[in-house]
């Protein structure tokens, strides 16, 4: 047997289905059927194992995957990487087969912390893209890496100028703009005071801000004052 069937032997031994009928509700775009109902945590376990076998590359070349549960198993397996550019590699050639948000969201890579020059000249390329969930990987790698002391403006202002009408990318930028308000408050408001977003994603991103603790009583009320009212 080789290796892409016993992980899915595997896969299958660890189901839950309960738990995979739920999960297969709060990922729309995947068809139920291929959601075999593997537990997060146990996801997890199982890649940082697997990461360390020998013939992993036979299961990372094996795409499309017929399940979810092995879209999500891949993507553990490459945020385990630790050569970064093995890493970015590896990104690339998976990111054209994401086809939820999920997976997207959990594509989490350890070694882009150590590499920020690196990551950015991706992240460009990424949030230049036509595929959805390669803009909502490189918006969310924007937002994980670079809100922080490192954080320049010019980073929200390549998000802000994402042109997309697909839900799973402006959910993400007004992730990323509630996140940054929590961050960088003052350098993020005049976004919002200067209408920088479109409408729907504007008042979602303040929506969000509002419902996090790291955002102040006033902060929270002036924010209120700022949703807009021209949403269809």
Known sequence: MNISDKIREDLFLMRDAKYGEFQAKLIPTVSAETVIGVRTPELRKYAKMLAKRDDIREFLDCLPHMYFDENQLHAFIISEIKDHDECVKEVNRFLPYIDNWATCDQLSPKAFKKNKEKLEAEIKEWI????TYTVRFGTGMLMQH???????????????????????????IAWYFA?????????????????????????????????????????KEYLRSLKRKDSK
């Open 128 to 131: 230049k893209s036509d595929k």
């Open 179 to 219: 996140t940054a308000l929590a961050k960088q408050y003052e350098s993020i408001l005049p976004y919002f005071e200067n209408n920088r977003l479109d409408v729907w994603t504007h008042n979602k991103a303040i929506q969000k801000a509002i419902e996090s603790y790291r955002i102040t009583p006033e902060q």
């Open 146 to 172: 670079f809100l922080d002391g490192n954080f320049e403006l010019k980073y929200a202002d390549a998000v802000a100028q994402i042109q997309s009408d697909e839900y799973y990318v402006k959910m993400m």
